[in-house]
Every structure is written in C-alpha cells, then in structure tokens.
C-alpha cells in the first residue's frame, strides 16, 4: 500500500497538475480561448432574473373542441344518426337528439376501438371526453382526465419551446423546469433587464401564409391588421403554408432597400404548397401573418419555387434577428402568461458571495488546526492534501462550467469535513496498528488497508444520495448535488493516493525512527 510505481506517481501529478491549471483560470482575467473557462455563478449569486410563466390552454381547449365537433358530426352523418341544433358552446358541445337515435349516438361514442371521440381508452382506461343526457339534449365536454393530459401535453411542448428560445439568446446556464401542471420557472442568472426574454416568451410565434381576398364574409375570410399600424386587409382563412413547415430562419440586411428582412427556408412539403399556391396566384397580394397580425402583404409578381422566401416590414437588425429566432424556434401551442417576476440585484449575490466565503475560510482554519494540533506532521499533510482536494474539485467545476450556488457553496464545505473525516479513520486506525506492530512501516500499511472499506463505504453511500438529489432535484437542489459528488470524488482521490503517497514518503524516509502520529 505504500509502494507508488512511477507511472502511477506521474499519473496523480498529472491530474493535480491539469485540474490545477482550470482552477487558476478563474482568477484570470482574459479573454483567451485557454482561459475562456469558468466556473458561473448562478442567480443567487450574481443576481438576474426571475421569471414565473402560466401556460394559457383555454385557445387549446377551443380548438380542439371545434376540431371535436367536425369529428362528432362526420360520426353522426356516417353512422345516419339524425341530429339538431349541433352546437360549440364555450367549453361545451350540445345536440338535440331524438328517443330513438341516443342510444345509437352513446354506441359510437363509447366505442373502446378506434374511436376519435375518446382516444385514449385502451391506452389508459380513461375517457378524453364525457356526455350527459337531459331531456334529449346531449352535451359533451372534456374529463378530468382529458384536461389533464391537453395541459400536460401543452406544458411539455411550451418547456421544449421555451428552452430553445431561451438558448438562441445565449442566456448562460438558465434554469427553467416545469412547475405544477401548467407553470414554467425560469431563473436567468445575470440578467438584469427581462424585457427581451419577456417579449420573446409573450408570442406565440404562429406564422402563416395566407392570400389577400376581396370576399369579405364570416365564413371564408376576415379582418386582420397590420403589425405596427391601423391598417387592416381581409384575408382569406385557409392557410397555404404554415411555420411548422419552416426548416430555418436568418435575419438579414436588404441592399437594396437598406432595411433588416428575415430569410426563410422551406421544408420539401411546404416548398411544394408554397410553389402551387405562388404559381395558381401571380398578381395577387400573399399575406404574412404573425400572431394574427399582418407583417407585410406583398404582390406574388412571378412563382416563388425555390422553397426560400423574404419577409420584410419595418425592422430593425435586432426585431429581425429576434423573429428570426423565434420563427427557428417554432411555435407555442398556447400563450405564456407572466405570473410573477423578480429581478435579483447584484449587490445581494455579493454579499451571499462573502458570507459562504468567509464560513469557508472559517470552518478551514478549524480544520487544519485541529488536524495538525491532533496528528502533527502528518496532520499538516492532511491539511496539504486538504488544499489540493479544494484545488482539483474547483478545477472539474471549472472545465464542467458548472454554476455554483449558495448550497453548491455548502455542498464545498460539506466536502471539506469529509475529506477530513477520510484522513481522521485512516490515522486512527494507523494508530491501534502501531500498539501491536513493531514496525511503522507494517502499522501504516495495515492501517490504510484495513481504513479503505470504511472510506469507500462511507463515501458511495454519501454519492448515492448526490446522485438521488441530481436527477429528482431542481435548481440550488442541483447545484449542491453537483458540488457535493464531485467533492466525494476528489476527497476520495487526494486522501486515498494523494495524501497517502506523501505519507508513504514520510514513513520510509524515517522508517529507522519511532515515529508518533498524536499528542
């Protein structure tokens, strides 16, 4: 156990070496891609923003309804069930139905095998939608268990969807985790001002493609303004190609015009549409609809089949680019609606920063104190082996550019306690050694064989519960998971071949002398 090969010494040394070099980065201040490394810090201690979004599913709920209600119709036409007055009314479809025809109507609409009505039943055992019957008159709406699984649904798209904008920005280490079953935390280190996020988040980002019409009726068209004016258009309601279909978005400077556009790109299907509808319609004006508002309504002067278009308005190079971006991104199924909002200042993650700053100062003095005034030279190279621990854990959070936190901070403290209780049952057990072994050499040796299952055990039980806490943890939860298993790797490494190699130097060197590890 005290003998170290050569290669084994350059290994240790190497590692030591390396993480050190990371660790140092943090110190220095420089812009080169060797020192571009850096351990962040998160919301509590640089400050930033906070932000608590509601998911809005009630247009979700319409639509699906009326997508509902064209499926119950096409059943009833189908299956020659005669019906009146079938109706969409809020949240709630209705139908009067005749004696003879209700049962007929609950066979189709309890039907467990391919039934559109109710998908989800042989799946789940749960009906999406349910009826009741009073005095003939049938009305059907959501369950329980259909809401539930259209928020969930909505939720989880709009998580996805806010992630990636969030990152075209290039927010550094966000946190944004689902709360609830319709609620987005988002937590934004070191940014100060919200309001581009804000205004990003607020759109839906539904783009179409619809052409100008002159036949203003309720059914086929209707009345759209423009984006950053009152004037309005009537466009048709059939949508010749949509944002899903768009492959990629670039914001982009106009030669010729000298104002910011957005460059776009189509997928095969709809640079097929896209093609069809341009040629079937040169000369009439094609409209480009954001959100219900028009941004620009254009003349279709020749076929457009390249699948790549330019939408132009009033832009700036930054409106642009953060159109770009969200049309990149793709659409939100429902609107975002912001429920609470905080903006942490930076002068509070200074003093957070100071405090756990100096408890770690503190807490090491003790330490290497108590260690040296206990087990005298080989206290103080436990306390060396200690400094390196600290040095390699910085070192991995640097190159993992992991954020820290308040209880990553305690997480880092913890580590230090530990490390220290690896070298207390090490030197406590060298000690009942040496009471019956004559030689030091022999003692020591037996003591760090017989101390390695206790260490070991101890500390992968601890990074059991470090991982347990990544993976179902959240935010600071996280953070001080994450310090708290790296610093039971390092603790493991500098007190078990680390330290272990210095005092192996140490016994050998005064392997002729009775050496005394305690007062």
Do not use: C
Not at 110 to 134: A, V
């Amino acid at each position: 156990m005290l003998y170290f090969s050569k290669i084994k010494l350059f290994i240790i040394y190497l590692i030591i070496i390396f993480l050190s070099f990371f660790s140092l980065t943090n110190f220095i201040k420089n812009d080169n891609v060797l020192f571009s490394k850096k351990v962040n810090l998160g919301l509590d201690l640089q400050g930033g923003s906070y932000l608590l979004l509601e998911v809005d599913s009630t247009p979700i709920l319409s639509r699906n309804l009326q997508e509902k209600l064209l499926d119950i119709r096409k059943y009833l036409i189908k299956d020659e069930i005669k019906y009146q007055n079938l109706k969409l009314n809020n949240d709630t479809i209705s139908l009067e139905l005749s004696d003879a025809n209700i049962s007929k109507f609950e066979n189709f609409f309890l039907n467990k095998k391919d039934n559109l009505i109710n998908p989800y039943y042989n799946q789940y055992r749960s009906f999406q939608m349910n009826h009741s019957i009073d005095n003939n008159i049938i009305r059907i709406k959501y369950s329980k268990f259909g809401l539930i699984e259209i928020k969930n649904s909505a939720l989880n798209q709009s998580l996805e969807i806010v992630r990636r904008r969030i990152d075209e920005v290039g927010t550094k280490d966000p946190t944004i985790i689902r709360r609830g079953t319709d609620r987005i935390l988002i937590e934004l280190p070191g940014l100060e001002n919200p309001n581009r996020i804000k205004n990003l988040l607020g759109k839906t980002a539904n783009l179409t493609f619809r052409l100008v019409t002159d036949n203003e009726d309720d059914f086929g068209s209707e009345i759209l303004s423009y984006e950053d004016s009152d004037d309005k258009l009537v466009v048709s309601k059939r949508v010749i190609v949509s944002g899903d279909n768009l492959t990629n978005a670039t914001p982009a400077l106009d030669n010729i015009k000298n104002q910011a556009v957005v460059n776009f790109n189509f997928d095969r299907v709809g640079a097929k549409k896209f093609g069809r509808a341009t040629t079937n319609n040169v000369g009439k004006r094609l409209a480009i609809i954001l959100d219900n508002k028009i941004i620009s309504a254009p003349n279709i002067n020749e076929p457009i089949v390249g699948g790549s278009g330019q939408i132009s308005g009033n832009f700036t190079f930054q409106s642009a680019t953060d159109l770009a971006l969200l049309l990149r991104s793709g659409a939100l199924p429902a609107p975002l609606n912001v429920i609470e909002e905080r903006t942490v200042g930076p002068d509070l993650g200074e003093d957070s920063i100071k405090a756990g700053t100096i408890s770690l100062i503190i807490g090491f003095a003790f330490v290497i104190f108590f260690m040296f005034f206990k087990y005298r030279f080989l206290g103080l190279i436990a306390n060396v082996a200690l400094i390196v621990n600290l040095i390699i854990l910085l070192g991995i959070l640097t190159i993992l550019e992991a954020t820290l936190t308040l209880p990553g901070i305690a997480g880092i403290i913890l580590t230090v306690g530990m490390a220290v209780d690896a070298n207390v049952l090490i030197f406590e057990r060298i000690k009942e050694e040496m009471k019956s072994e004559e030689s030091s050499i022999h003692s020591f040796d037996a003591g760090y064989k017989k101390a390695r299952t206790a260490i070991f055990d101890a500390n992968i039980t601890t990074l059991i519960s470090a991982i347990i806490l990544f993976f179902l943890g959240s935010g600071p939860v996280k953070g001080f998971a994450i310090t708290l298993g790296i610093g039971i790797l390092t603790t493991l490494f500098s007190a078990y071949y680390f330290a272990r190699h210095l005092s192996s130097y140490y016994v050998l060197k005064n392997k002729d002398k009775v050496i005394s590890i305690w007062f």
